[in-house]
């Protein structure tokens, strides 16, 4: 088996500035006032992936899922510890970041699949199949700035899920979209588990956490809390309390982060 | 790629093809990761450039007809109104071939500093080389400048210029030294824009001062004249100045009856080593300025 993703006491840390001015900034230092803090949003992780795994990544707001996402998607670096991948990542983070409003949906389909790091080649390779899938018709040689939100997510969302990937990421928020297109989706996305891609998925929803994944993580105040299997992980935090086995039912049914 | 087939088309690795590929940071950073991934640098500037004129019925046209209109206004100023600007043969040439320069260079610096602030809904979700969107600013910079050179080249043609070997090479060197220069500046101030938004004024003050520190409103001759020595050498430091006065020896002084007495009169001595050197310091200025720029990068993205 091979690693596929490498992450070694891992910590990030953040500086919140309470002022941002000169005067603010004399003033607090002259009352004895603190000017910042810092805090670990991810602090001392350490985990591996092996190639083929499919991990899904939990734990309440703020505990730092977000970060450790950055991490390994390389958006962020690791202030102290290390984290390397193999292979090229992608996947459904911040789909449709990067839009240009004032460009018509077919410039940005390639921009965005630039962005992405596909080649030109590539991405004529795949691009019925992303027209296909995002659906627009006639609206794909018109302004983004005239899209619907829902049009506008959608093409993100067409684009990032035909990107080949060694490691596919999925960020939370998948819930775009009409109700077909989520069905859409849900069958791209079991496809791409079943495919054996390596997949490190951030969700709250335990029910697609079921669904698609083999192994969970989970983050408490930026520590590894837990780190094992499904069922015991949903446990760990929790989310297979009362209520919530139901709602995950119902977003299992509809597939993916529907419980928003 | 095991794919065999001619064209380069990825797909997703073998297990075999990772095993062979290294366990490396998961995004790589630098100038020649621009390099290498230049299909979407060129994708960036190509839209950048597009969305600029986007709902407009003359398009591209309008980077034609702006600067043509400003030189316009110029020879009317200068050579109609005010008669030969200031005793100068073609003083509309001389502005107009200094405005090129200036323009390029105030539009890498300004665009490379805002940069990172502009792409910020981007730099914060993916990962992209940063050092992309200041090397973009710049490339869209040359974009807008090509239309004001066509424009200075057709006045230059009918006013009887003919390109000589010497004046290009001059033209050539200048826009080198300028598009390095404002690259440096345009890495530095974009990156450290983040920290303080101050940078942004500071860098529109200092484009400002660029405007008045080169000899495109006055000739250098003034500068030697008002201040003398030892201020005109120091004036010379200014490598926009430098620039102009490569611009002015490719272009404005052919267009004057005697280009020799032009040149002997309005330009300084040592104009082609000075322009080499300063060439030279500006390409040492990009190295160094990338270096500053990936160690104070790692932390951009929770700036922004």
Same mark, same amino acid.
């Given at each position: 088996m091979t690693t596929m993703i490498q992450v070694e006491n891992a910590t990030k840390s953040f500086t919140m500035s309470y002022h941002r001015s000169? !005067?603010?900034?004399?003033?607090?230092?002259?009352?004895?006032?603190?000017?910042? @803090?810092?805090? *670990?949003?991810?602090? &001392?992780? +350490?985990?591996?992936?092996?190639? $083929?795994?499919?991990? /899904?990544? =939990?734990?309440? %707001?703020?505990?730092?899922?977000?970060?450790?996402?950055?991490?390994?998607? /390389?958006? =962020?670096?690791? @202030?102290?510890? +290390?984290?390397?991948?193999? $292979?090229?990542?992608?996947?459904?983070?911040?789909?449709?970041?990067?839009?240009?409003?004032?460009?018509?949906?077919?410039? *940005?389909?390639?921009? *965005?699949?630039?962005?992405?790091? =596909? +080649?030109?080649?590539?991405?004529?390779?795949?691009?019925?199949?992303?027209?296909?899938?995002?659906?627009?018709? !006639?609206?794909?040689?018109?302004?983004?700035?005239?899209?619907?939100? /829902? =049009? !506008?997510?959608?093409?993100?969302?067409?684009?990032?899920? %035909?990107?080949?990937?060694?490691?596919?990421?999925?960020?939370?928020?998948?819930?775009?979209? &009409?109700?077909?297109?989520?069905?859409?989706?849900? !069958?791209?996305? @079991?496809?791409?588990?079943? +495919?054996?891609v390596t997949m490190f998925y951030v969700s709250h929803a335990p029910g697609s956490v079921r669904n698609l994944c083999s192994r969970v993580l989970v983050l408490d105040h930026g520590k590894l809390a837990f780190d094992g299997d499904v069922e015991e992980g949903i446990a760990f935090l929790h989310y297979d309390d009362d209520d919530d086995e139901e709602r995950g039912k119902a977003s299992s049914d509809d597939g993916l982060g529907a419980d928003i | 790629m095991t794919t065999g087939s001619p064209s380069p088309v990825r797909r997703r690795s073998t297990p075999e093809e990772l095993e062979a590929l290294p366990l490396v940071p998961p995004a790589a950073t630098g100038l020649a990761e621009v390099v290498r991934r230049r299909y979407l640098l060129r994708m960036l500037v190509r839209n950048t450039i597009q969305s600029r004129y986007q709902g407009t019925v003359l398009g591209w046209t309008w980077s034609y007809l702006q600067p043509a209109i400003r030189f316009c206004l110029f020879y009317f100023l200068f050579q109609v109104m005010v008669g030969r600007g200031a005793g100068m043969e073609n003083f509309a040439v001389h502005l107009f071939a200094g405005m090129v320069m200036v323009h390029f260079f105030t539009e890498t610096f300004n665009g490379g500093t805002q940069s990172l602030v502009q792409n910020r809904s981007l730099i914060t979700k993916l990962a992209v080389p940063r050092e992309m969107f200041p090397v973009a600013r710049m490339l869209v910079a040359a974009w807008h400048t090509f239309p004001m050179m066509v424009i200075l080249v057709f006045v230059c043609v009918l006013l009887g210029w003919r390109p000589d070997a010497a004046g290009m090479a001059a033209a050539l060197l200048g826009f080198l030294l300028v598009a390095l220069l404002g690259l440096a500046l345009g890495l530095v101030f974009s990156v450290a824009n983040v920290f303080m938004r101050d940078f942004g004024k500071v860098a529109q003050t200092l484009t400002q001062f660029v405007t008045f520190s080169v000899p495109m409103m006055y000739p250098y001759t003034l500068v030697q004249d008002r201040f003398g020595e030892p201020i005109a050498s120091y004036y010379l430091f200014n490598p926009m100045a430098e620039a102009v006065l490569l611009i002015q020896r490719g272009f404005w002084t052919g267009t004057t009856s005697d280009p020799t007495y032009t040149q002997a009169l309005h330009l300084p001595g040592d104009l082609y080593t000075r322009g080499l050197v300063m060439t030279l310091i500006a390409l040492v200025g990009v190295v160094l300025a990338q270096r500053l720029f990936s160690r104070l990068e790692a932390k951009v993205p929770e700036r922004l």
């Open positions: 000169l !005067k603010q900034l004399a003033l607090a230092k002259a009352r004895g006032r603190k000017t910042h @803090d810092v805090f *670990n949003a991810v602090d &001392d992780v +350490s985990f591996t992936v092996q190639e $083929g795994e499919a991990i /899904g990544l =939990m734990g309440l %707001n703020g505990s730092g899922k977000s970060t450790l996402l950055k991490l390994v998607s /390389g958006v =962020m670096r690791p @202030d102290a510890g +290390s984290v390397l991948t193999r $292979g090229r990542i992608a996947g459904l983070i911040a789909t449709g970041a990067g839009f240009d409003p004032q460009l018509t949906g077919r410039d *940005n389909l390639f921009l *965005n699949a630039a962005i992405l790091g =596909m +080649s030109r080649n590539e991405t004529l390779r795949k691009f019925d199949e992303i027209v296909d899938f995002a659906d627009l018709g !006639k609206f794909l040689d018109t302004e983004v700035a005239y899209y619907s939100s /829902g =049009m !506008k997510a959608r093409l993100g969302f067409a684009v990032a899920i %035909n990107v080949d990937a060694d490691i596919f990421i999925a960020d939370e928020a998948l819930a775009v979209g &009409d109700r077909p297109f989520k069905r859409k989706c849900k !069958k791209r996305m @079991d496809e791409i588990v079943k +495919s054996g | -």
